[in-house]
């Protein structure tokens, strides 16, 4: 079991940046590949990045690449990701997600998201 809290969101205007930040506790962090979901209103929650346990390995989708920048700090028990050249439809609630699995399947554990919203 991990726990997951999101900061960092808020306000930006298009263009600007923001940084969030997800701390975990509970379990060993470094155990966990993480990532990070978004979830606008009406739409699936969607993959923004995503992180392996050791940080070696990081997946974006096209509609962040480039722009987006995920990272973590397993001696911290934090990941971050860092947002620039924001969009405003970019604007949702973004989920800390971390998850592992064993042979009973895939456990994923998710925080209670931080809002961020783009608009001028």
């Known amino acids: 079991q991990v726990q997951l809290v999101e900061s960092g969101g808020g306000l930006v205007q298009p263009g600007g940046s923001l940084r969030l930040s997800c701390a975990a506790s509970g379990n060993i962090f470094s155990n966990y590949a993480t990532g990070w979901y978004r979830q606008a209103p009406g739409k699936e929650r969607e993959l923004v990045a995503a992180?392996?346990?050791?940080?070696?390995?990081?997946n974006y989708p096209d509609a962040v690449k480039g722009r987006f920048t995920i990272s973590r700090d397993n001696a911290k028990n934090t990941v971050y990701l860092q947002m620039n050249n924001l969009k405003p439809e970019d604007t949702a609630v973004y989920y800390c997600?971390?998850?592992?699995?064993?042979?009973?399947?895939?456990?994923?554990?998710w925080g209670q998201g931080t809002q961020v919203t783009v608009s001028s």
């Open positions: 992180i392996s346990s050791g940080g070696s390995l990081i």
């Open positions: 997600n971390a998850n592992t699995a064993d042979w009973r399947g895939r456990y994923d554990y």
